[in-house]
């Protein structure tokens, strides 16, 4: 299963394989991923498991990216604005990796997501035109936020747990949660 790297619904602005001629001169049939437009500063979670690997390209192609890889499968996740995480780090689905921005090679602020499906660490169909890059839309499952305590609807008749109170051993608080 493979996670959105946004909650909520997103906003697809660039679909995977359109506009060929702006990316023929890359050597590539088309757009060889998923743009989402998002304001800069978006969260952006981990899609799946996976080896993260951050790059800082500056002003060219995905500028800051990162990269999380598994033996099985590869996200670019590009043109962030920062990163929470290290070089190395491992990566598990959900978890945050930085924010959107619009670095490197890009008209705005966007999220580009590319994926690659991999065997034994090696990326499968490389010459598909997209460099083995994959459409995998029909297989990611959205998400509508991080966690059923803040983003449930809760009835009149729950309205006293909200007010309770639990120690440690009772309610597990997530660190990593947004504001
Ligand atoms: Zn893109």
Not at 62 to 77: A, H, N, W
Not at 162 to 176: D, H, I, R, V
């Amino acid at each position: 299963m493979i996670f959105c790297p946004l909650p909520g619904k997103p906003l697809v602005t660039q679909g995977f394989g359109q506009n060929p001629d702006m990316y023929t001169p890359f050597g590539l049939a088309g757009h060889n991923g998923i743009d989402f437009g998002v304001p800069e500063g978006t969260i952006i979670y981990a899609p799946h498991d996976g080896i993260a690997k951050v790059v800082d390209d500056g002003t060219n192609g995905y500028g800051l990216s990162v990269t999380i890889e598994d033996s099985k499968r590869q996200s670019v996740l590009a043109h962030l604005s920062k990163t929470t995480i290290t070089n190395g780090q491992t990566i598990y689905q959900g978890d945050p990796i930085g924010e959107s921005g619009k670095s490197g090679n890009t008209s705005g602020p966007h999220l580009h997501w590319t994926y690659k499906i991999l065997k034994n660490g090696v990326v499968q169909n490389k010459d598909n035109g997209f460099e083995g890059a994959v459409d995998v839309t029909e297989f990611t499952r959205l998400w509508l936020d991080q966690d059923l305590h803040f983003d449930a609807e809760f009835a009149d008749t729950a309205a006293e747990y909200l007010s309770m109170a639990f120690p440690a051993t009772q309610y597990l608080q997530n660190p990593a949660r947004h504001s």
